[in-house]
């Protein structure tokens, strides 16, 4: 190791003590920095988060069938077999004059090309879908990311269906002979968001009722499966 | 230390964005490098933040180069980066969050890439700050530059746009441009980033052993043998231990 121009480091007996002082400064110095950095852009990150979180919800959730707050009237949900992901997912329950309006709730096609697709879904008290949006996902660009609303409307054609619209049985890629496209160059992206749509709505229509009467904030536990339809 | 003069100035920043290249002659910081270079718009993004990084750290272990012992200089230098990165991670987080979003763990990422830690141990820890922020600039800018050329030419031959995504991302919808539906998906892809980076050094390496003119030849100079050796590449890289 080349000679350092620090002076006086590691010359004297107490080498070791001084430079362990010094570290402790150096460490000092970078945590006060930091705080104070922190403090500053607290509220405006708090902010932009709400912001990030109101902007994909307004999408799924339409504001004018709800009066509550769905951001505070929120529970979570741990459905690995329904829901494709084994962490909880979070559940924001939209109500009108205090019944079951519309919910919003995250869901996971575990099976996409490149991993996991995350979604975001809303749902009416009937069953419809009212929007679905990828949040997260790695899909190859140009092949799979037709997924996004961005690039394509291919995520709509989601709405206003339910279970029976199209037969369960029809939830499927057309490919695999069921009612939706899929798109050039790519089969597995398009069939993962499917099935995890449909298994999502398997899933609401089998515990809504729970859902919707649990306290806010609550964690709630699914460990069933869903019927094994095809 | 007196101040640098005009033409040390030059040469430190000369080295950072030419000859000492961080992208293209150290082959440093390439994870972030090859994967972010997608769209000319996060090239961007984490060019300036990379650039911020560099300025940031230089100049406070510069600051602190008389604080920190030999034997505890590394995790020194370490804690300082991880410091100043933070800070840039949440003031983009707060003043851009939607390119926050988009670059994600490459942010706070930037901690590990190696060009930093390398200008603090071999340059920042041993000169005043001035000096500091000059190699900081230098290599920030080189850094920045290589990034936009892989991005806009990435985007350009993967998407047929051009700062696609300015208008949500960094506020700027002025600068978007669509050229072109064609899409050569390769481009896009990471094995693109790798040729087109490739291309990018072979175009240097090309560029410094060119055929030179011959240069005028004046009376009392020895004409130059034709078999003298083509002009080697400057000085071979030092490839700083990181």
């Known amino acids: 190791m080349s000679a350092e121009p620090t002076p006086g480091a590691g010359s004297e007996p107490s080498g070791l003590r001084r430079a362990a002082l010094l570290l ?27 912001q990030a979180e109101r902007a994909a919800l307004a999408v799924v959730l339409p504001l004018d069938r709800y009066d509550n707050d769905p951001i505070a009237d929120s529970v979570w949900v741990r459905a690995p077999l329904w829901l494709g992901r084994p962490e909880p997912a979070r559940v924001w329950r939209g109500r009108l004059a205090g019944a079951d309006s519309e919910l919003a709730l995250e869901a996971t096609a575990p099976d996409g090309y490149s991993g996991r697709i ?96 649990a306290p806010a904030g609550e964690l709630l536990e699914f460990p069933d499966a869903p019927a094994e339809s095809n | 230390m007196p101040l640098p003069s005009r033409t040390e100035s030059a040469r430190l920043l000369e080295a950072g964005v030419w000859s000492q290249n961080v992208g293209l002659v150290q082959l440093l910081g390439l994870c972030p490098l090859l994967a972010v270079s997608g769209t000319s718009v996060n090239a961007l993004g984490l060019g300036l933040a ?33 410091a100043v990165v933070t800070s840039i991670e949440l003031a983009m987080h707060a ?54 050329a892989l991005g806009l030419a990435r985007e350009l031959i993967g998407q047929g746009s051009l700062f696609a995504g300015a208008g949500p991302l960094l506020g700027l919808p002025g600068l978007e441009l669509k050229l072109s539906d064609h899409r050569f998906l390769i481009a896009a892809l990471p094995p693109g980033a790798f040729v087109l980076l490739g291309l ?32 080697t590449i400057s000085a071979p890289a030092r490839i700083e231990s990181a």
């Open chain 1, 24 to 50: 402790g400064v150096c460490a000092v110095l970078s945590i006060g920095a930091l705080a104070v950095v922190e403090w500053f852009t607290r509220e405006p990150i708090a902010e932009a988060r709400a």
């Open chain 2, 50 to 82: 990379t650039l911020l990084a560099l300025v940031g750290t230089n100049v406070a272990i510069s600051l602190i180069r008389r604080l920190t012992a030999a034997e505890v200089r590394i995790p020194a230098f370490v804690m300082v980066i991880a």
């Open chain 2, 200 to 231: 990018m050094i072979a175009a240097r390496q090309w560029w410094l052993q060119r055929p030179r003119q011959a240069a005028p030849v004046s009376i009392s100079a020895p004409v130059p043998s034709i078999s003298a050796p083509a002009q």
């Open chain 1, 118 to 213: 995350e979604l975001l879904m809303g749902v009416d008290a009937q069953g419809r879908v009212l929007g679905v949006r990828v949040t997260r996902h790695a899909e190859t660009p140009g092949l799979g990311d037709p997924i996004e609303a961005e690039r394509s409307d291919w995520i709509n054609r989601f709405a206003g269906r339910s279970l029976g619209d199209p037969a369960i049985e029809q939830w499927k890629v057309r490919s695999d002979g069921g009612a939706f496209d899929q798109f050039a160059g790519a089969t597995v992206t398009p069939r993962a968001v499917v099935e995890a749509v449909a298994r999502t709505l398997g899933f609401l229509a089998q515990h809504r009722a729970a859902i919707m009467a």
């Open chain 2, 95 to 148: 003043l851009l969050p939607e390119l926050h979003r988009v670059l994600g763990i490459f942010l706070p990422l930037i901690v590990t890439n190696c060009a930093i830690l390398g200008r603090a141990e071999a340059l920042a820890s041993r000169v005043d700050p001035a000096r500091a922020l000059l190699d900081a600039l230098g290599m920030g800018l080189g850094f920045l530059g290589v990034l936009m």
